[in-house]
């Protein structure tokens, strides 16, 4: 065996089976433990080994907390190799270890499967091997289905374990292999989803009573148990199983698919209101028989008695869930303190102002998320949860309650308010805590405070008053300001960016003391000069910074006042300080982690990627930390996983470009650019100012540089201050031979660097114009004036992923293609790398655990 399979470094064995050898790894480009199998049989036809690779490449496509994730496939010596996530834990079959599991987390165990199937199901693609050892229990007891995508390639070209191949290898086959598979597969037919929760059923039979339903000495035998052997019902061999439980199982395992379950959503939905009983303990003991004295008058005492049952069973009804709540909260088994806020309806007959309520809940989930212990996942993605119900929005970010609210204003002009809220239970979908609250509007932050305050002491958990907090119970807002403020945010939930600033600023006027307005502030304009690049950040340094300060000396120990404070610092180092005080304040800031990942992405990828990850699991629904994600992968050649990252992204939000924007970046690396976009694209591509670059150099390419330089021309008529914009229109005039017009506008970009007062700022896009005119000199003494200083270095790597130099470089992309070889470059580059160097260590102990 080699000591490395593919760029993956192998670590050690991790076990050999009939479908491969499985070893740990490192993957040497992102710094990644991996879990590596290296399937048995070589297929020596390269056309058959690229067919198989296709079978399975969409299986990378599965995005879900408990599938252990299909990294990659590829060739190695003639044999294929998947790459999964390295998950550590035990074997289903080892959990269960003969003996029965508790009924109750054997179902929760079975749910979690089942969510998983569902989503492979979703993407119409199947397991088709899921047995007790392809499902881990990590060490935190949480489900991770593995290998998926093993059996792809096995349902077409014949590989399959049917019963006549299993007659034919005897005892060669372990029988594990064959224990949890449907008949329709053993009799060579292909399966589809019904087989997975036909196994799913065999699993859940297994982890009842302790025993796999169709045990056997062989493979063989095993293959007949499946096809004709009906085992007995769990509540047969396990007492503690409900009768509800005998017809879920029976069900999956049924012979025939159409007997089965159809959907895994509607198994696990049925797997969900067992749970849910069980949870409640609502098993109830056979009640005793009591000897009742003889009345003088039997009539009448049955028609007293039956009116006053009808009076308690009305009075039961009506005030059902009022008591249930009460005595939930005083005895009974809290759900976990994780809470996703849904966005508020807005009440009354007048109800003029929409965006009230998502902007509302948005408040409410980050105040509730400075309260130690209280998790608020899904946070950037409230407003997509309208119209959903509380159960299916807390499902699909694994939250175990949802708030759901109303805001009612109480004259027309909104300057009192009504809060109707309710807490609602995922497993009972009932609300198990509800109240009111009534307010002046000037009085809405100190509402938001009562309500997180009111709900983490439900919910048990330690409630101390922070100096933060207690601001926030003697804040007066002006109204109208907050109103400027919520429009703002709408607009930015829109990327509407450029409405949002202005509205960000009327709100600062009406009332420089809300903090929120003046933290909002610095993420529009950052993200409109670094991400979208439609200003210079020179352009808005000075106000990002102003802005970051007033909010600080009013609130310093609100986590969007330190975020903020991280954008606008000088350094990496500076940056980090405050943004780890942001999630060490609130751990699930989503946006903190986003923030985080962008300022180590150039200095250290590997641990950006996983820090984006981090934000994934807080937000599984927030387009931009696909984004986030893919632009990291991009810096470490991982064009496979930016792909992926982008289709994922889409699937969420299809309408932004900015998926369009890394596939074309991706193409541009492989030499890959065809452009044949119509104007719909072209109007995509004005909207997202690093597309539009990245699609005139795609143009470039192809060939049509003088669509390339209308493109840009239309760039700089809407973005006049887009620096990158420039030096494209430089690089396409050099490479169609126009080298004066070229020399012209690289030369003033130079020009405007060198003699501003902060240089610094403008070193990135100074080289870029200097590179568009083959210019390598002045290219590395941009680069090198950026590495000089640690503030260089910050401002240096402040862009857009899609438009990174050291990638650019590296890659050998357009425009940095010309001086890429350069001795000149080349030098300028390893200072760079030094530098970055340098703050990677800092990185690392600044951000241990990461």
Known sequence: MSESIGHYAVLGLVGT????????????????????????????????????LDLIQPFTVISHPHVATLFEAGEHDGSIYLVHEFVPGDTLATVVAGRPMNVR????????????????????????????????????????????????????????????????????????SVACLAPEQLLGYPGDHRADLFALGALLHHMLTGEAPFAARNASECAVRVLQFNPPAPSALNADVPAGLDVIVTRAMAKRPEDR????????????????????????????????????SPWRAAVFGGLLVMALALAAWHWYDPIMQAWRGRFGTQPAPVVIVLPFEVGGPDATRPYFGAGFAEDLARRMGHIPGLTVPGRMSIRAFAGKGA????????????????????????????????????????????????????????????????????????????????????????????????????????YDVSRAVQLYERAVAADASLIEAQTGLVEALYFSAVF????????????????????????????????????????IRGALEHLRKAVAIDPSYTLAYLAMSDVIREAD???????????????????????????????????????VEAARGQALAPALPWWDALRTRVHLARRAARDTAGPDALRAALSFPPYAILRAASLQGDGRG???????????????????????????????????????????????????????????????????????????????????????????CVTNGVLSVQAGLRQRVFPWAGVAGTRDVALALSRLDAALGSVRAEVAKMLEGY
């Open 532 to 571: 979208e690049g439609r200003v210079g950040i020179a352009e808005v340094q000075a106000r990002i910074r102003d802005a970051a300060e007033a909010a600080s000396t009013t609130n310093p120990d609100f986590a969007p006042t330190q975020l903020a404070m991280g954008l606008a610092a000088q350094t």
């Open 706 to 796: 003088a669509d390339a330089i209308a493109l840009l021309a239309g760039l700089r008529r809407l973005y006049p201050s887009s620096c990158d914009a420039r030096a494209m229109t430089a690089a396409v005039r050099f490479a169609g031979g126009d080298a004066a017009e070229a020399a012209r506008v690289a030369g003033e970009i130079l020009t405007t660097a060198e003699q501003s007062n902060n240089q610094i700022v403008w070193a990135r896009c100074a080289a870029m114009a200097a590179a568009a005119v083959n210019d390598a000199p002045r290219a590395a003494t941009w680069m090198a004036r950026a590495a000089s200083s640690d503030d260089g270095v910050r401002w240096w």
């Open 105 to 176: 987390r054997a179902v929760d165990l079975a749910i979690q499967v089942a969510d998983a199937l569902a989503e492979a199901h979703s993407l119409d693609l199947i397991h088709g091997a899921l047995n007790a050892s392809t499902v881990v229990v990590t060490t935190k007891g949480h489900v991770k289905v593995m290998d998926v995508g093993l059996t792809a390639w096995m349902r077409e070209d014949g590989h399959a374990l049917t019963a006549d191949r299993l007659a034919a290898q005897g005892a060669s086959v372990p029988p594990a």
């Open 261 to 296: 379950y159809q959907s895994a959503a509607t198994l696990a939905a049925d797997l969900r209101n067992v749970a849910s009983t069980l949870h409640a303990g609502e098993s109830h003991a056979e009640s005793g028989q009591v000897r009742v004295a003889p009345r003088p």
């Open 605 to 643: 990828p590997s641990r950006a990627i996983r820090i984006a990850r981090r934000a994934l699991q807080s937000d599984p629904l927030e387009p931009l930390a696909h984004y986030g994600l893919a632009e990291s992968n991009l810096l470490v050649g991982e064009f496979n996983e930016v792909l």
């Open 391 to 494: 159960q299916a929005a807390a499902q699909e970010v694994r939250a175990s309650l949802a708030v759901q609210g109303r805001v009612t204003p109480g004259d027309e002009d909104w300057k009192s308010l009504r809060f109707e809220l309710r807490l609602v239970d995922r497993t009972s979908n009932r609300p198990i805590w509800s109240r009111s609250y009534a307010s002046a509007a000037q009085d809405v932050i100190l509402v938001q405070a009562r309500i997180s305050r009111d709900i983490a002491e439900w919910l048990r958990v330690t409630y101390t008053p922070t100096a933060e907090q207690g601001r926030a119970l003697l804040r007066l807002v002006d109204p109208a300001a907050y109103d400027l403020y919520l429009q703002a945010r709408h607009a930015m939930a829109a």
């Open 17 to 52: 089976g009939s479908q491969g050898t499985v070893y740990r790894a490192r993957d040497t480009r992102v710094g990644r433990t991996v879990a590596v199998r290296l399937l048995g049989d070589a297929i020596t036809d390269p056309l058959s080994r690229s067919r198989a």
